[in-house]
Structure formats: C-alpha cells, structure tokens
C-alpha cells in the first residue's frame, strides 16, 4: 500500500476535533483518527461526526478494545468506523471476534501491541488470527519518560508479518521518513499535529518529509532525554511545570526578586543555616558547579545571609541563581546584574558567618523538600522544585503542557474565548 499519514485526534472537545481534523487533511492527511480521549469523551458519536465531516478519508477508531471484541467492533463499524483498533494484550478469542464482526459490517481490525512484550510473535498470530493491519504503539506515557521510537522492533516485526503496519508515537516530520525505510506503511502523528499552532503547515510538512523520504526537522512534541533537561525546563515556565506536576513541587512564599524576563534553571546545591548566618550559602559557592543553583534552608528569618557579593561570587562560579527561605539583601544591585534570586523576606540587615548548618543534604525550603541535584526552575510567577529522578518525565510533560496552550491561545485569537475553547459549561463538574 502508499504511504498513510494518520493523524490521531486524541482531544476531549469533538468541535475542535472536526476543525483540527478539517485543517490536517488540508495539509494532506490521508486517514482520520478518534483518538481513544475523543472517543471516550464524547462516545461513538464522534466518529459519527467525523465520517459525515469527511465522508472521502479512511476513519479510524481507537477503541482499545480489550474485551468483547465483537461487540465493540460492531458500535465502532454501525458509526461510521473503517478501522477499528483492538489491543494485542487481549485474549485470542477477543481478536477472532472483532476480525469477524468487521467483516460483518465492512470494517477492519488494527491490532495494537501497546505493552505487548514479545511484539513480533503477538503480530504474527494477529495476523493468523485475521488483523489487516498492526501498529507498534510508544504510548505516550511512555513518550514522557523519554522513551525512543519503535525502530528497532519495527525491522523485527515487519520481518514477521506481510500485513501493513503501523507506527505511533512521538512521530514527527523528522523521523517519518526512517520508520516508513523501516518498514512502515501508516504513520501515525498526534501531539506533532494537532499543538501546532499551524496544523495545516504541519501536516505538509510530515506528508511531504514522507514523500521525499528525507527527514525535516521540527522541534514540536521532540522528546528530552536527561542530557537534555537544561534546554527542555528553560522553554517552559513555572506554570507549565506546576500544571504538569499536578500542583506539587510550587515553594509557598518564595517570592521572585528578578527583573522582567530573567529565569533561572538549574540543579539544587542545598544549604541549612541558622538564622542570619551567611557562612554556608557563602561557603557554597566554593563547593558549587557550573550549572548549580543554592537552595538555602534559613528558617523563613528576616536577617539576610545573601547580597551582592555573594551574588558576584556565585556568577563567577557559575552558579545559576540562589533559593532562600530566609532574605535576601542588596536586591536593586541583584537586579541589576540579572542576577536570579528568590528569597521569602527582603532586608537591608545581615548576620554574622558563624558557620552553623550544612551542605548537600536534605533541607525543607518554601515548605517543599529539597535535595540536592533536584531540578530548581524559577521565573517571575515563583519557584518550583522537580525531583531529580522524575526529572525526564516532568520536562516532557510540561512541554506538552506548554504545546497544548499554545495551540488553545491560537484559537482564541480566532475569535473564540479560553471558555468557548474549553466547553466549560459541557463539562462543569457536576458533584
């Protein structure tokens, strides 16, 4: 078969669907799907509304079916479905009966091998058992943790079936091309299309990177590893990565003392102090990386332990901004050298270095643990800590996050509004 550019809607709004969906195809998207939120959010009816909407495209259906295959087959087929999807976890018995029901109602199955292990052997029974097509699925929870693209098993798989196959996951207009050499017939791209601000540019520019067989580059829905956090938390705010860590990780009280635009990212050097001692984050600096930012422990005390010689100090080692549950002093001059600092009090008066306290163990800043070589991000909306192990994923995460808004904000400059964009009335919650 040609190469298929599939582009999977998996939203929860079906009227932003259909004028997404509307704006890929004129981009030269070949296959339409429902994606599993869509379809879960707004029922069968969104393929229903999708088939009437592009009665000329492939409509696909991601129902995940794990059970009942033939029954789910049959609502997904009676909507307008061409191509339903069933999981390669299920039983054996649950793909016979969707290849059977499709059959029935003119429709075909796509075997998905989401968190199937052995990929090859499960691919070739789906296909003894009748799928017309299989798909190797990078689920995007596995995308967030930095997960590569099925390249690999790819080659395996398409070794093991005659049947086309398909590739989801993280896809975009530069590693198309090498996946289809691969061996894939159907490309399926979601985040890549539909949290561009330009759906239909990026379309084109998949289909043609698949046409040509040369890769394109494109940053949107690029996946971070952890050699890449620096770059991945500085495009992303603050809020962006609250939202993505579900509220947790924001400090209460650290305020920002940095001008309009500084931002500071970086990995935590943590320091505990007594009240207006400066000897530790002092002394810090000296033990500091390049790359570091100082989270000080000074028990929330309104007597400074940083100024603007530590400030200096700080940048000279590379030191990429100070946290301090405490204050801060010297703030103007601060200011000035665009030097990122957070503090909880601003105060003209400092201690004396007595050297009480430590560094580099687990200290309590803003009421949230730190320790060190946790992620520290700070703009002008506040501070937010990401813990060190959860760090890939928290990076991907708020990077959709951010995509996604920039894609709602696009359609508020058409004229909608954040309400009309979001159905709030539709889905209030109603407990």
Not at 72 to 80: F, L, P, T
Not at 371 to 383: A, C, F, K, L
Request: glycine fraction near 12%.
């Amino acid at each position: 078969m040609k190469p298929v550019l599939q582009v999977a809607l998996d939203l929860m709004h079906l009227k932003r669907a259909v004028e997404i969906a509307g704006e890929a195809v004129e981009g030269g998207a070949d296959w339409i799907e429902a994606g599993t939120p869509l379809i879960k959010s707004e029922g069968v009816d969104s393929i229903r509304t999708l088939k009437r909407a592009f009665p000329g495209h492939v409509i696909v259906a991601d129902m995940k079916t794990m059970d009942v295959g033939g029954a789910e087959v049959e609502i997904a087929a009676k909507g307008g479905a061409d191509v339903v999807s069933v999981l390669g976890l299920s039983d054996d018995g649950t793909i016979r009966e969707a290849v059977l029901s499709a059959r029935q109602y003119g429709a075909k199955v796509m075997v998905d091998m989401i968190g199937v292990v052995d990929r090859p052997s499960r691919a070739k029974r789906a296909e003894e058992l009748g799928a017309s097509y299989i798909c190797l699925h990078v689920g995007i929870d596995e995308q967030m943790k930095g997960s590569s693209s099925p390249l690999e098993v790819l080659k395996k798989v398409s070794e093991a079936v005659s049947i086309p196959i398909a590739v989801a996951g993280g896809i975009t207009s530069e590693t198309a091309p090498e996946l289809m050499k691969a061996g894939a017939s159907i490309v399926i791209v979601g985040g890549g299309i539909i949290k561009a601000e330009n759906v239909t540019a990026a379309t084109r520019k998949v289909k043609d990177a698949m046409l040509s067989g040369e890769g394109i580059a494109n940053e949107l829905s690029k996946k971070y590893g952890k050699d890449e956090l620096f770059t991945a938390f500085s495009k992303v705010s603050t809020c962006n990565i609250a939202d993505a860590q579900h509220k947790s990780g924001v400090m209460k009280n650290i305020l920002p003392r940095i001008d309009h635009g500084v931002k500071m990212v970086g990995r935590a050097l943590t320091v505990q102090t007594s009240k207006g001692d400066w000897a530790k984050p002092v002394e810090a600096i000296d033990r500091a990386s390049d790359g570091d930012v100082l989270v000080v422990d000074a028990g929330g005390s309104d007597i400074a332990v940083f100024g603007e010689l530590a400030a200096w100090s700080g940048r000279m080692r590379g030191v990429r901004g100070v946290v301090i549950d405490g204050a801060v002093r010297d703030v103007e001059a601060i200011y000035e050298m665009g030097f990122p600092a957070f503090s909880r009090h601003i105060a003209p008066n400092a201690g004396e270095p007595k050297g009480y306290g430590g560094i580099g163990h687990e200290i309590i800043c803003g009421e949230m643990v730190v320790r060190t070589g946790d992620w520290i991000i700070g703009d002008e909306s506040g501070v937010v800590v990401v813990p060190q192990e959860m760090a890939v994923e928290i990076a991907n995460r708020s990077l959709d996050v951010a995509e996604r808004e920039n894609r709602v904000r696009e359609e508020i400059k058409r004229g909608g509004t954040l309400s009309k964009v979001q159905e709030l009335e539709k889905w209030e919650q109603v407990h």
